[in-house]
């Protein structure tokens, strides 16, 4: 399995429809990826407080914590050395796989983040 990023419209009773971004990348990393990255020590360390929820169930951002959100994506990359050499001793990669998958999965998440706050009512949602 997969955990993927989509925008989603926050209805007027607090449901919420995915939108299908047509030409975007979805993949916001592996099912294993919310333990040995988004929940790990490392991430929890830099004081994410969004992407550790992903350790035990889906991550809905609503639209006026977007922002907040692209701020803390940004922290992980800005650290993504760290993050991926605190995750070698988590998984069975190499840095520079997980260097690479880290930093593709966060950009992924900026992007869909970044086009989903051009929307008023847009949150994201990683399941």
């Not at 990669?93 to 869909?112: G, M, R």
């Amino acid at each position: 399995m997969s955990l993927d990023v989509y925008p989603c419209r926050i209805l007027p009773d607090g449901s919420f429809d995915m939108v299908d971004l047509p030409g975007f990348n979805s993949s916001a990393g592996g099912e294993g990826s919310r333990q040995w990255l988004y929940s790990s020590a490392a991430v929890r360390a830099l004081g994410a407080t969004y992407l550790p929820r992903l350790a035990d169930r889906n991550l809905l951002v609503p639209p006026e914590e977007t922002l907040a959100f692209l701020r803390e994506c940004g922290l992980l990359l800005a650290h993504l050395p760290h993050l991926a050499t605190a995750a070698t001793a988590l998984t069975s990669k190499t840095y520079d796989e997980l260097e690479f998958l880290i930093e593709s999965n966060l950009v992924t998440i900026i992007a869909v983040t970044h086009r989903a706050r051009r929307e008023e009512d847009w949150g994201v949602m990683i399941s």
